[in-house]
């Protein structure tokens, strides 16, 4: 980015996190550390800290249009990054708007599987998810078991098992698919990028850190600044994966909760 362009503002449509680690609050963090001006929509409250999730709350639909509307009213928005989305009507009501305001760019982390396990969308908000906000997206971000939810199987367990699932989450109609292969064992953690029929391999390093709480939510925002900031597709998955090594490497320096804590968003800065 040159000096003279204008610094890209970044939506975020997710729910609110009280320990700061994942949903709306990393995804803001996020946007800074990559130097995109952030801006949010709740979509939910929740009570989780980082040892797992209480309760969520989700929003009135109505009040979530508002919400996004009178942002849109007066704020240009350059990438937008979606998270939890728990109703097939609040799901309906981000697709009427955005396909009306068509931003950019529009990635979709769907978040159904807390790093907990929990399980935060029932089935008919997974529906939602699948039929309607999948088509919209330019990209979406699932981790193997929110693929294995999104197309009803198992999880896979290897790269095959992941570039055999490949034709199925394309045939979801998203404009592209980057399968995030973290839950596999071993030291390497690959993704696999899913586009135009065309998959590709982005590798990474796997972290030696329980500090995982929020990286799905991380990566998808990260992936959202870098294509608001001017990269391609493969060059902003890049970039973010490299900035989510460093990381998580650098939460050791953090001392948040008793559970899986998040990632130090601002190792550059701090």
Request: aromatic share 4%.
């Amino acid at each position: 980015m040159t000096n003279d362009r204008p610094i890209p503002n970044v939506l975020t449509i997710a729910g609110s996190d009280p320990s700061g680690g994942a949903g709306i609050q990393a995804d803001l963090k996020t946007f800074s550390a990559l130097g995109a001006y952030g801006t949010s929509v709740v979509t939910a409250l929740t009570a989780q800290n980082t040892c797992g999730v209480r309760g969520v709350y989700p929003m009135p639909v109505e009040f979530i249009r508002l919400q996004l509307d009178t942002l849109l009213d007066d704020v240009e928005i350059d990438a937008v990054k979606i998270g939890m989305v728990a109703s097939r009507e609040v799901a309906e009501a981000l697709r009427d708007t955005l396909e009306a305001r068509r931003p950019r760019w529009i990635v979709l982390d769907p978040v159904m599987v807390a790093k907990s396990g929990d399980i935060l969308v029932d089935d008919v908000g997974i529906a939602a998810v699948r039929e309607v906000l999948v088509p919209l997206a330019d990209l979406i971000t699932p981790n193997l078991p929110e693929a294995a939810v999104l197309l009803g199987d198992a999880a896979p367990r290897t790269r095959d098992e992941m570039a055999a699932m490949a034709p199925r989450l394309a045939a979801l109609r998203a404009g592209a698919t980057l399968l995030k292969g973290g839950h596999l064992s071993g030291e390497s953690c690959p993704d696999l990028l899913i586009e135009n029929d065309v998959s590709q391999w982005i590798e990474g390093t796997r972290i030696g850190t329980s500090n995982l709480h929020g990286t799905g939510c991380s990566l998808s925002s990260a992936i959202a600044a870098r294509l608001a900031l001017g990269d391609t597709l493969t060059q902003a998955v890049a970039a973010a994966k490299q900035w989510l090594e460093v990381a998580l490497t650098e939460s050791r320096r953090l001392d948040v909760g008793r559970g899986h804590g998040p990632v130090h968003h601002f190792h550059r800065w701090w």
